[in-house]
């Protein structure tokens, strides 16, 4: 079982940018396909972004491709998502998420996780 920790969520000017983390124990971020999605107030969770197990692959969303990247620290056990240029519908909280099976590559579907954080919130403001 894994256990995710997400954080540097905050409010931010339109423009500005925030790196979130997401540091995992009990499962190493190598053996799974990590993901971000993100959840704006009134509507359902949508994809951001996704690596797979090796690292070699990214999958985004096409509301953020261009501005958010994912990345990870294998040392750390740990993954990002670096945000620029930010927008208003931005605003959401974010969550990170571990695929439920080795076989998932990178995928943009909720139903492919299985591990999720508690989530941060990102407010960006006009």
């Known amino acids: 079982q894994v256990d995710l920790v997400e954080s540097g969520g905050g409010l931010v000017q339109a423009g500005g940018s925030l790196r979130l983390s997401c540091a995992a124990s009990?499962?190493?971020?190598?053996?799974?396909?990590m993901g971000w999605f993100r959840q704006p107030p009134g509507k359902e969770r949508e994809f951001v972004a996704s690596?797979?197990?090796?690292?070699?692959?990214?999958l985004y969303g096409d509301s953020v491709k261009s501005r958010f990247t994912i990345s990870r620290d294998t040392a750390e056990n740990t993954i990002y998502l670096q945000m620029n240029s930010l927008k208003p519908e931005d605003t959401a909280v974010y969550f990170c998420?571990?695929?439920?099976?080795?076989?998932?590559?990178?995928?943009?579907?909720?139903?492919?996780?299985?591990?999720w954080g508690q989530g941060t919130q990102v407010t960006v403001s006009s």
């Open positions: 690596v797979n197990d090796n690292g070699n692959m990214r």
């Open positions: 998420a571990q695929a439920k099976n080795l076989f998932i590559n990178v995928s943009n579907s909720t139903d492919e996780y299985s591990a």
């Open positions: 009990g499962r190493s971020v190598t053996t799974r396909a």
